[in-house]
C-alpha cells in the first residue's frame, strides 16, 4: 500500500469489486482502461491470484514491469 493510499475506494464499481474478490465471488473482468490505470488496479486488488490476459507477449511483459 502506497503511503497516498488508494484513490479508486472513492469509486463505487471498485467497492463493489473488491467486496466480491475478498467474498470470493470471482473472478472478475476489468477493460477498457488506459494503460497507467491497468498496472494500478491490478496491483491493488486483494485477490490472491490474478490472471492477465494480454494480447502479446511483449505487451504481458510490460504491464508485468508496471506492476
Known sequence: MSI???PLRKL?????MEKDLRLG????QISG?????KAFIISQLP?????????DETRARELADDI
Not at 12 to 16: C, Q, S, V
Not at 25 to 28: E, N, T, Y
Open 47 to 55: 485477490a490472491q491470484w490474478k490472471l492477465i490476459v494480454t494480447y
Open 4 to 6: 497516498y493510499g488508494n
Open 33 to 37: 482502461l488506459p494503460d497507467g490505470a
Open 25 to 28: 465471488r470471482g473472478p472478475v
Open 12 to 16: 463505487a464499481e471498485y467497492d463493489e
